[in-house]
């Protein structure tokens, strides 16, 4: 039975620098926008379309004006993104032990046969303000919008494609504030926490 | 500066053995219900008395009767409670590393000199009623009736002494799921945290 290891995060708390972290240590693949590759090539869409539409959702007003226009056969972008992303990730949880980091890989692997580790980050605005500012070369009050923007994207995108609710503790096994443990930190104890008996 | 690890912990998670656990990995003091029985030496309040109070806030309806008895110095049992603990946990910090359960010590050393982990456990309600009527001996029926009551008194207490609100993963450094880990998994996990760098 493969392990995976998949990790919801806060904008900002480091979910990808800890996440290939985590792939290291533990000598597991790791997914995060590579998946947007796979899933462009995959179904044949072009990459500028579908990384405009990664992790957030369809809009409401999308499938009504498709309703309107009578067209059947068509799904939003948004939809055919999730509906490969989701078939990408079933097929790494056959093939390999991996770490995939959001796209709602928690809810998708739920009823599979792998060793699942459900794990959330997040982190102080304070934190993650610090990251996303030096990261991006943006002042702290951009970086606050950044976070504030993304998270809610993300928040909707979890909740309008699982029937969970987005950083609820009980989607997790595990939720960590990765301000107090550093990047370093953080991996050591999800690592540790997958290696247990 | 004194190691200090928290628990706040859903009824039937195991907060108290995996504490213990906890306690004995890393050579901690463990204080749980025997806080009770110091306050009580120390404030002169009965066993009785103090047990009966223990996480639970005191009564709207009580501070009403006070208020018209005219009485003056006079406190709920439930806040003189409060008021005890809190001092013994400030001690406590002050004098050896230790593990504390419940009792909104998370919130009571919040600015103290102490080097703090604050970890919040739960358990799916599967989980939770296998250990409660197992060690209690009660039915399934009877252990889910008790996890609501002492979970609704859990967050009352917690809510009504702090400015926090119970079971958001915010207030804690790190939020587990028992019954993935174990009991003996979830300690390892925690004290890995403490110890790290």
């Not at 919801?8 to 000598?27: H, M, N, P, T, Y």
């Not at 030096?134 to 994207?153: N, P, S, V, Y």
């Amino acid at each position: 039975m493969n392990k995976i290891i998949t990790i919801g995060r806060q904008f900002g708390s480091g979910g990808r620098d800890i996440g290939k972290l985590v792939a290291e240590k533990l000598g597991f693949a790791f997914y995060d926008r590579d998946l947007i590759a796979l899933a462009s090539e995959k179904s044949g869409m072009s990459h500028a379309v579908l990384s405009e539409a990664d992790e957030k959702a369809a809009s409401p007003w999308l499938y009504a004006a498709v309703g309107q226009s009578g067209q059947t056969g068509f799904m939003p972008t948004n939809d055919t993104l999730f509906a490969v992303q989701s078939q990408i990730i079933l097929d790494i949880a056959k093939t390999e032990n991996a770490v995939i980091v959001g796209r709602c890989a928690d809810y998708i692997l739920r009823d599979e046969p792998v060793e699942l580790l459900n794990v959330y980050l997040y982190a102080s605005d304070e934190a993650r303000i610090k990251r996303v500012s030096e990261r991006m070369g943006i002042t702290g009050q951009q970086a606050l919008q950044k976070m504030k923007r993304h998270d809610k994207q993300r928040k909707f995108y979890y909740d309008f494609y699982t029937d969970r609710k987005w950083a609820s503790h009980v989607n997790y096994h595990l939720t960590l504030d990765s301000g107090k443990f550093g990047d370093e930190g953080t991996a050591e104890i999800i690592a540790a926490a997958m290696n247990l008996k």
